[in-house]
């Protein structure tokens, strides 16, 4: 028998970890058989090396969440329901939710990223290029029908500012007023529900300054979510192109000030 004496004089350490990248594939591909196939093995591989990442920054002191197993295999079961729950109208099923969450919840930079994500990057991108355009169109027409009354929700001093920025410059060229207000980064909804209080905003010229800045920018954001899953050397390129197109629109900006100036 060993007495406490005993005990205090041993050195014993032990260290809980997380289990090997096969062993918990493993796990995943038995609640997912659907993912049991090269393509869907990767995908799942790509997946536990992003929560890796998480796990070795929460070590490090960097970040203060991490990614379990368990959150790896929810984050494939919800992929999966998604697409098979609604099939070929998945994507119809994710544009509404695109334009109701840009709309009134959040960023629509999240939800490009879970487009390209859930999607892929070219069906992603024609989803976000659609959803976005028709949300902003929704919001234009509102706020033109309905006046400010509609727009409660959007903090009044930031659309005000839109409003008398708007009011300053389509008169004299619309089409390339929106498209540098939509390329300099401004707030996507308040600049919209702006242009529909402006009365002698066209339509037409937002809705094309509108559209062709979303086919420029948005599948940068919908390729970076198309490579998340793809492990950190699948996202130099994308992450590149988002520090692109930011600095195109800084200088964008400055250039305009400048001009103004």
């Not at 038995?30 to 997946?47: L, R």
């Not at 706020?143 to 400010?148: D, E, F, L, M, N």
């Amino acid at each position: 028998q060993i007495n406490q004496a005993q005990l205090d004089r041993w050195n014993i350490v032990t260290t809980l970890n997380y289990v090997s990248l096969e062993n918990e594939m493993g796990i995943i591909l038995a609640k997912n058989k659907n993912f049991n196939s090269p393509k869907g093995k990767e995908k799942i591989s790509n997946m536990i090396k992003v929560a890796s990442l998480t796990r070795k920054g929460f070590i490090a002191g960097d970040i203060s969440t991490l990614m379990s197993p368990r959150t790896v295999l929810h984050w494939a079961e919800n992929i999966e329901i998604f697409v098979n729950q609604f099939g070929v109208f998945a994507p119809v099923v994710f544009g509404i939710m695109y334009i109701i969450g840009i709309t009134f919840l959040f960023q629509a930079v999240l939800f490009s990223i879970l487009a390209g994500v859930l999607f892929g990057t070219l069906q992603g991108s024609i989803i976000v290029i659609i959803s976005a355009t028709l949300a902003s169109a929704l919001c234009f027409w509102a706020a033109r029908s309905y006046g400010v009354e509609i727009t409660s929700w959007i903090e009044q001093g930031t659309l005000k500012s839109l409003v008398s920025k708007v009011n300053g410059e389509v008169e004299e060229n619309g089409f390339l007023s929106f498209f540098i207000l939509r390329c300099v980064q401004t707030p996507y909804i308040p600049l919209s529900l702006a242009a529909g209080l402006v009365r002698k905003a066209k339509f037409k010229d937002f809705i094309l300054a509108t559209f062709i800045t979303n086919c420029i920018f948005s599948p940068i954001v919908v390729y970076f979510g198309s490579n998340i899953t793809a492990g950190p050397k699948a996202l130099i390129l994308p992450v590149a192109l988002i520090i692109a197109s930011i600095v195109i629109s800084k200088l964008v900006k400055k250039y305009t000030q400048k001009k103004k100036a």
